[in-house]
C-alpha cells in the first residue's frame, strides 16, 4: 500500500514515518521543512519504498504531484502554533485549512481512497463538560488554530461524503515527546538552560491539560485506521488523550527536578484569568471511552509521558 505523508518530517509525522516503514509500506513524504527537519527521518532517505518530496503545499501542484498513486493521505503537515493565532491568523488559516483544500483537490483528482487527518482538542473550546466527548456540542474553538482545525475538519467530512474519500479524523490532547520542537516542555528546558536559577511561567501555572505521548499516538492512530477500513463509515471522529491531566506548575516541578535544579518560579499572570496567551485553553481532557471501546488505550498517563518527554529532550536537546 502506497501511503502519502505530509508533515511527514515533523515531530509527530516522523514518528508515524518510522512506524510505516517498519511495517514495510511504500511511504512518500511532503514536507516543506519550515518546522520538519530531514534528520527526523534520515534513516529512511536511502531506502527503496521510501520517497521525500521537498514542497509547500499552499501550492495545489505541490499537492498534485504528492498524491499521486497513493492510496492513504496521513495528512500531519501544519502550523501547530495556537499561540500565533493573535499575531497571523492568516498563516494559521493558510497551514491549516488552505493546504487541506488543496489536499483534497488533489485526493479527488487522483482517487485517493482514505485520508487520515490530525485535528486537535482545541476545537471544543473551553468545553463545559469534561472529559469532553467527540459529539460535545456547541463546537465553539477560542483560538484562531482551533478555528482553523474545525474548518478543515468540516472541508474533509464535505469532500469526504461527497467524493467518497473514506475519511478519519483525530482530535489530539497535547502531544509530546522526543523531536518536538515547541510546547512547554520544550521551552521549560530551554529557560532553564539560560538561567537555571529561575523560570518564566507564562499565565497563572494552574492551567490543566492533558498530555499523550507520541508513541501512544502513533500507534493509537494506525490502530484506529485499520479498525476504520473493517467498517463502513465514511467519516469518523476519535479524541487520542490521556486518561487523566496535569498542570503546567506540576509539569515545571518535573522539568526541574529532572534537570536536578530547584528554579524560583515566576508566574507572569498572563491574559484572560490565568492563560498563558489568548486563545489558550485552560482546562483539557478528552473523553477516550469511544477510543478504548475498539480496544486502544495510552500506555503512560500525562505524569509519566511528561517524565519521559523531559528524559528524551535532555538526551538528544543540544
Ligand atoms: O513557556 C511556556 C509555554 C507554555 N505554557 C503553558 O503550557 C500549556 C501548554 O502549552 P503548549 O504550547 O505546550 O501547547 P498548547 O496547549 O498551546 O497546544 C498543543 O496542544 C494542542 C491540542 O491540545 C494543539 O494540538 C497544539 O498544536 C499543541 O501545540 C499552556 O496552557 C501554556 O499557557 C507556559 O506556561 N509557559
Redesign the pocket.
Known sequence: MRVLVTGGAGFIGSHLVDRLMEQGYDVRVVDDLSAGDLKNIERWLNSENFEFIKGDLRDLEVAEEAVKGAEVVFHLA?N????IGAQSPELLYETNVLITYNLLEAMKKEKVKYLVF?S???VYGDAKIIPTPEDYAPLEPISV?GGA?LAAEALISGYAHTFDIRSLVFR?????GERSN???????IN?LKADPNRL????D?T?R??YLHVSDTVEGMLYLFEKFIEEEKVYDVYNLGSDDWIT?RE??EIVSKEMGLNPEFYF?G?VDGG???KG???F?RLSIEKAKSKGWKPKMNSYEAVRRTVQELLRTLK
Open positions: 501544519a501547530p502554533e495556537v499561540r490530525t486537535s482538542s482545541t488554530y482545525k489530539l490532547a497535547n502531544i509530546i515547541h510546547g512547554v516542555i520544550y521551552d521549560f529557560k518564566e511561567i507564562l499565565g501555572g492551567q491539560k492533558s503546567v509539569i515545571a507572569t498572563g492563560r498563558g496567551w489558550d485553553v485552560k483539557m
